[in-house]
């Protein structure tokens, strides 16, 4: 009988032969033997989550819906990203709806149900036995949901990209990795799913926009609830049930999976405290070293890798001062923002000057959402945007709650500073609510306009420039 040595753990089998008992023993690699999911079991779940997914219904439809439907033309996987709890798993279900699929037509799987707590990547070939021998369509499209709960799902993906339309959902922080990001560059689209904006906030509330340019009583219904939007934000469960529970929750969620597991326990506390910090501080410059004073952190490389963790969460972004010195524009102090404005709303602390920062910051997210490279201008006064278009500066924006005899001549200087440094002929002030009006200064014309009609116009702008489809 042989003896093997070795410092992992140790299976003895027993195996009778006609002659003798005969003690094999099988060294396993690592301490804990690998656990599968049994194929049976695997059956059982997929078919219970084609019952649930096709049971979500009373669904409002989101602009992103027709742009995804029009990338899966490219016939590449299309990854849908965003904050947790931002509607991606619901995007599904639109999409399936527009496509007007047959059960035989698609196939769902949810990995975060905790059924598939066993499942691996071995049981990847056992989802195609599963379509095989269930008479799904040869071109199934796949809806991988929550995918990152398991491992090596790119290399899944990218060998079967080819004979099935796949779509993913699931956060930022996982999908985006590096490693990930390198096995299926210029495999994969990528599209960014954010909370409601205000239009699809209003297309919940059943609030229809025909004619709001000239319905004065439209007009009024459409104030009262951006009032409401601008105090909870666009977190869809928030909407539905407008409980601040739900965000304290759901940030709190964020927080511990995707920041701060990726660190060292003991910068839990205050890594918290710069979220609050950050929360009470939208739309102002942030610098690693204010960062360091009110967290303790005296190691600036890890401040910055927990910066980025906010960034890859999707819960926070940041702008840069425009600059045509790119390493000018990396040294240079960035403006931080929320995703998401009943965020800063319900859980950071408020100043008397909140409500113009959370205006500036619902601006900042529109023109993330749309897809804009969006900038800062700032010498001796600031304009708070700047929009880049083909690497030229096209429009210079302020935003401010009221427009008064206080502040008006800062704000305009600001923007007539920007307008004069880009060669632009007109200039745009977003307000809260301020009446609409247009007069020159400098010869250049500067707009000003209320924030909640600003973003309806916007979103028609939007979805025109939506439909292109980038060539192969």
Known sequence: MSIFQSDTKIVTL???SDTEFVTLRKIYISKQIKQFMKKDLLYQVLYNQQKDFLSMNNLKDREKTMEVIKLLKLKLPTIITGMRRCGKSSLLKLIFNKLNLNKNDF????????RLINFNDENFQNILDYIEENNYKKKVYLFLDEIQEVKNWEKWVDRIKEKFPILITGPNSQLLSSEISTILTGRSLNVNLFPFNFSEYLNYKKIDLTNYLLDIQLQNK???HFKEYFSIGGMPKMIIERNNIILKELYENIIYRDIVRRFNPNLT?????ISIYLLSNISSDVSLRTLSKISGIKNLGVLSEIFASFEKAFLFFRINKFDYSVKKQIQNPKKVYSIDIGFPNKLGFKFSKNSGNVLENLVAISFKQRGFNIYYHREKTECDFV??????ITKAIQVCYKLDDKNKEREIKGLLEAMDKFKLKEGLILTYDDEEEEFKMKNKKIKVKPVWKWLLEDKFKYLKRSIIIPKK
């Open 14 to 16: 027993y195996l009778v």
């Open 107 to 114: 196939l769902y799987i949810n990995f975060n149900d905790e």
């Open 222 to 224: 459409i104030k009262s």
């Open 269 to 273: 506390t205050s890594i918290k405290e």
């Open 387 to 392: 929009i880049q278009e083909k690497n030229k």
